[in-house]
């Protein structure tokens, strides 16, 4: 990939220059060292050699001048470090000066310590080693021929005797330096020292450098593994936290973008002749470009590998044959694409592709990466497709129960008030047989007319009505005090004892029809499943954001292996069931359904013979979003 290998050509550039910027320090700190090393000798020789006979003033005139170009140096790099663009060209320069200035000084030092005879020379050895780890190999022979020359040089001005020749000891040397064959001689064994030094020391560095690009390599293809598994990670975490279709394509074009490192993803999906994908979601496309049109299998032969079950790189959208809209994608800036089949377990779903400004954009390492994430991606697709299938039957479900129970309810509403005339004795007087089973007809007409009633709120919860109703700010408290006056006349008569503690001005965002259900289902449960002479009790609070309702009763109470079923539709616990015949067990399901809808939760908590306490909370709300 284009921007891995820039990465990877950067870094290592980076790790030559910080090497570059310690060496030169480095450099400097040892330099220190041969300064007053300089100075050590001239002091040696002065002082206690008494026998050698060169003059010990040049020396310690080359020592100084060391530490005082060096004094210069470390100034220089400490300007150079403190600048915040370092530009590595200087320090580069930085360093190649002071091998030249080190040079100078080694030079006069060789001639002042006996030039050809010097024991000094071996130390250009060591400068050949600093600049095979400094520099390339070419400069590092260019540095071994220039100390030759620079070698040779000295030997030959003090053969010609342009340069006064220093004798270290007295008389023995004296014939040496004009020995021509003895100076070519050293001359040649110095420059085969060199090279071959340089030869050794620059191979040595430069394999050194190749297998410390190889690790950094190494280690940048192990940071963008565990990158890419991270961010794969984290798109299965993000799509598989929802079901709704449209949330999982939106964040997987997303999560696919910022993975591979693109400007643009699409997810293209088949339509339902299986002959034409469209756009299902886009991320970084022009609305123009995103909504060019479909893809239509046939006349896309790349489509349709990629549809097979191949990830196809298109490294150059401008030579690429089998694109259906190849003008609009250069149009857009695009110039290469990845694109990998999405697959659910009954075929092919569609395609997601990524989209490259830059040509060649995509590796094979990206086509693989790109099929995991498609692979993950598709099954997080199926289950929302399923998901969104399942919705779709519950709505025709409760469409169908909503038309029939609203067809059935004006004829039982009719039957109600027919019987009951015929129970008021209008149509003819009715014996006492009569009377009993007009009772009992009525009684289930009433049953009848309830479970219509439920049905149709049940059904019109589901099939999105309540949805679309405005919410508007609801009183809790209001609604909760009309409920409870409600069933004043009820409990009395079951000699059941209220106790009511509510906090006023109790907002909630709801509808009023929604939160009466609610409330009159709660009470009317702890109503009916309250035996004679019990009690119930009623407590609004709030808790800064949240109003908290309690429903509580010392009623029959519920099985505790019943409260996992209680709020689904037409479930009864065995003992409700056994002890009050009436009940259709759609209650709670719809007054759920309404809490739920309207933001809030609700909970159980019961002790069998002991009683039940329902307990809603809502999201407090004082106004509404205009
Ligand atoms: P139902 O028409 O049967 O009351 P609901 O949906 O309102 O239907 O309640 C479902 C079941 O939950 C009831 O049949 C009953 O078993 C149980 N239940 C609800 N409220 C209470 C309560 N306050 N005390 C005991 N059981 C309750």
Redesign the pocket.
């Known amino acids: 990939m284009e921007s891995t290998s820039g990465h990877k050509t950067e870094s290592v550039t980076l790790l030559v220059q910080a090497e570059l910027v310690n060496s030169v320090a480095w450099l400097i700190n040892i330099r220190w060292l041969a300064g007053v090393g300089v100075l050590g000798v001239a002091w040696f020789i002065d002082v206690v050699l008494l026998r050698l006979a060169i003059s010990v003033l040049p020396l310690y005139l080359i020592g100084i001048t060391i530490l005082a170009y060096n004094a210069v140096f470390r100034f220089v790099l400490q300007r150079l470090l403190r600048n915040e663009s370092r530009d590595i060209r200087q320090f580069d320069q930085l360093a190649k000066t002071q091998i030249a200035f080190d040079w100078v000084a080694m030079t006069a030092l060789i001639h002042f310590s006996g030039g050809i005879t010097s024991p000094i020379t071996f130390y250009f050895f060591f400068h050949i080693v600093i600049a095979a780890m400094l520099f390339t190999q070419r400069a590092t022979f260019a540095y071994a021929a220039t100390a030759t020359l620079l070698f040779g040089a000295t030997a030959w001005l003090e053969y010609t005797g342009v340069l006064p020749h220093v004798s270290i000891l007295p008389g023995q040397d004296a014939a040496l330096f004009r020995d021509p064959l003895y100076s070519l001689g050293v001359v040649v064994f110095f420059a085969s020292t060199m090279f071959v030094a340089a030869y050794l020391a620059s191979t040595i560095s430069a394999r050194l450098r190749k297998r410390e690009t190889q690790v950094i390599d190494l280690s940048q293809n192990l940071q963008r593994a565990y990158g890419r598994l991270q961010t794969l990670y984290e798109a299965a975490e993000a799509v598989n936290s929802t079901l709704e279709l449209d949330q999982v394509l939106d964040r997987l074009v997303q999560r696919t973008a910022h993975a591979l490192n693109v400007r643009a993803c699409s997810i293209r999906l088949l339509d339902e002749t299986g002959a034409r994908l469209y756009v299902a979601a886009s991320y970084g496309l022009s609305e123009t470009y995103a909504t060019k049109g479909d893809l239509l299998l046939e006349q896309n032969p790349l489509a349709k590998q990629v549809l097979a079950g191949k990830a196809i790189i298109t490294g150059d959208v401008r030579t690429e044959t089998g694109l259906q809209y190849p003008t609009q994608a250069i149009t857009e800036g695009i110039l290469s694409m990845l694109s990998a089949p999405l697959a659910g377990k009954r075929g092919a779903l569609g395609l997601i592709r990524a989209y490259g400004d830059g040509l060649n954009h995509f590796t094979p390492a990206d086509a693989e990466f790109l099929m995991a994430i498609a692979r993950e991606g598709s099954i997080a697709i199926e289950n929302a497709m399923a998901y969104r299938t399942l919705n779709q039957i519950d709505e025709m479900k409760s469409k169908f129960v909503l038309t029939v129970t609203h067809e059935l309810r004006s004829p039982v509403g009719v039957i109600q008030s027919l019987l009951r005339t015929m129970q008021a004795g209008y149509i003819g007087t009715l014996t006492p047989a009569q009377q009993e089973t007009m009772a009992r007809i009525l009684h289930r007409a009433d049953f009848l007319q ?1 479970l219509i009633d ?1 049905l149709l709120d049940l059904a019109a919860g589901k099939s999105q009505l309540v949805q679309r109703e405005g919410h508007v700010i609801v009183r809790l408290d209001e609604a909760v005090a009309r409920v409870a006056n409600r069933f004043e006349i009820p409990m009395q008569e079951k000699h059941i004892t209220l106790k009511s503690n509510c906090e006023k001005n109790v907002t909630i965002a709801a509808t009023e029809a929604g939160v009466d259900r609610i409330l009159n ?2 009470v ?7 035996p004679d002479g019990g009690r119930v009790s009623i407590k609004l609070s709030t808790n800064g954001t949240g109003a908290n309702l309690e ?1 509580a ?1 010392t ?4 099985p505790e292996e ?1 409260l996992p079923q ?2 689904q ?9 056994a002890q ?1 015949s ?10 759920k359904d309404l809490v739920t809808h309207f933001g809030g939760h609700i909970a ?1 908590q ?1 002790k069998i013979g002991q ?4 307990c809603v909370t809502f999201p407090i709300v004082v106004d509404l979003p205009i």
Do not use: C, H, M
């Open positions: 309830t439920d289902n709660l009317s449960n702890a109503v009916k499943y309250t429903i009763d009623g029959i109470g519920i019943s209680l709020f539709e037409f479930y009864r616990a065995p003992n409700a069931k009050v009436q009940g259709t067990g759609l209650g709670l399901a719809i007054t159980v019961s009683g039940t306490s329902f």
